[in-house]
């Protein structure tokens, strides 16, 4: 992508020289006609925080408060827009936000009634109800997803690595929560209390999840990333999905078309590239690698994500923000022990491989690593590849003939 694009410092500089330029006498228009690239589609948060900038400099409160008004006409936005980005529709916070909200008011209005009718009579009828209630509220999952493997990504970069890891351990201690929970449902042996005091508990984890991210998690995001990168995390939003509610609408943006269009680019050159056994252009190893039926990452020797397969056989979520991550970072807490133990013997020597098998739904998912090694036995890498092994498991007899 070009300087513009991608230096947040470059950018942040021209933009106090422009306010700087205004707070000499000079006009919006002479200032907007002399820095008209660099200020289309300038973030609202960038700003926010320059202007932060220029008061640590000694630029009066009073003064950035001034120019307002002149500055969010140069700069195409609200002063709402600039100060608030979380409250444009559509922006990533906004619309965790508005889950945030439908998740508690879920809770208020239909878990709690259910739970206080299953109190007084724990019949087939509220068990369902409960029951319901758990298979909604685990449509979290999603919202806890995007959170990881979007949001966290990005504070990593920036050496902000302690509030995340501790909210994935949260966040997976509510997951297991809600899993328990069904269970003890589906299977209700009239442990009436009990099932209460877990409800009650996960109703409490989510509420007090919910405070943490509105509070800390979504301010400490706003002040830290950039525009470029809360577009990245738009755009690959989708991917993951939403809980409960689906985003009010599109975040409309001039510049998320130019971020797009530098990063397919990016995709489409490259020219061939030869091997022991053949030549292929980069187009058709991307196609090979996608086309195989299983998910696939690849981690360095320093143990950070280069690489993962985006074809349509994906079980795992993965987003483009995982690339240039540690891959114990890319883990919830408590799988962090046993990936160290994988790599540790891979790069010792004492295993080549190691394999997992799991249960996901309908799925059956066969996950395998492989130490990547190169001719002369050094550790380049490690390959992880997962395959949903359940029509596998059925087969049967021969095929010898084409299917009609």
Request: proline share 4%.
């Amino acid at each position: 992508m070009s300087e513009l694009i991608n230096n947040r410092e470059h950018r942040q500089e021209i933009l106090k020289e422009v306010i700087r330029e205004l707070h000499a006498g000079k006009s919006v228009e002479e200032v907007k006609e002399k820095f008209a690239d660099a200020i289309e589609g300038v973030s609202p948060s960038e700003i926010s925080q320059m202007e932060g900038k220029l008061v640590k400099e000694g630029l009066p409160i009073e003064e950035i408060q001034y120019l307002c008004n002149v500055h969010a006409a140069v700069f195409k936005g609200s002063i709402e827009e600039i100060h608030h980005p979380e409250e444009v529709p559509g922006h990533p916070v906004y619309t965790m936000k508005k889950e945030n909200e439908a998740i508690k008011n879920y809770i208020e209005e239909n878990l709690k009634p259910n739970l206080e009718k299953f109190q007084a009579e724990d019949s087939k009828e509220n068990i369902n109800n409960l029951i319901e209630d758990i298979n909604l509220l685990f449509d979290i999952d999603k919202h806890y997803s995007r959170k990881e493997n979007l949001i966290f990504p990005y504070l990593e970069k920036y050496n902000i690595t302690a509030p995340p890891k501790v909210m994935w351990g949260v966040d997976d201690e509510i997951r297991a929560l809600l899993k328990e929970i069904k269970l003890m449902l589906v299977d209700y042996r009239g442990n009436k209390q009990e099932v209460v005091e877990k409800i009650e508990k996960v109703a409490y984890e989510i509420k007090e999840m919910i405070f943490k991210e509105d509070s800390i998690l979504f301010p400490m995001a706003l002040e830290t990333l950039t525009e470029d990168e809360w577009i990245s995390i738009y755009n690959e939003s989708d991917e993951i999905g939403y809980a409960i509610i689906e985003p009010e609408t599109d975040w409309k943006l001039k510049r998320a078309d130019v971020v797009k269009k530098e990063e397919e680019k990016g995709q489409l050159e490259g020219g061939y590239i030869k091997f022991e056994t053949g030549i292929l252009s980069s187009e058709e190893i991307s196609a090979i690698l996608n086309t195989i039926p299983g998910d696939m990452t690849f981690i360095d020797k320093d143990d950070v994500v280069k690489y993962f397969s985006a074809g349509e056989h994906r079980m795992f979520a993965r987003t483009k923000a995982v690339i240039g991550r540690t891959v114990q970072n890319c883990h919830p807490p408590a799988s962090v022990d046993t990936v160290d133990r994988i790599l540790k013997d891979f790069k010792s020597g004492e295993k080549d491989s190691e394999s997992f098998w799991i249960k996901m739904g309908g799925l059956y998912v066969l996950i395998r690593y492989f130490a990547v090694r190169d001719k002369e036995g050094n550790y380049l890498g490690t390959l992880e590849f997962s395959q949903n092994i359940a029509p596998i498991q059925e087969i049967q007899g021969e095929k010898r003939l084409l299917d009609d």
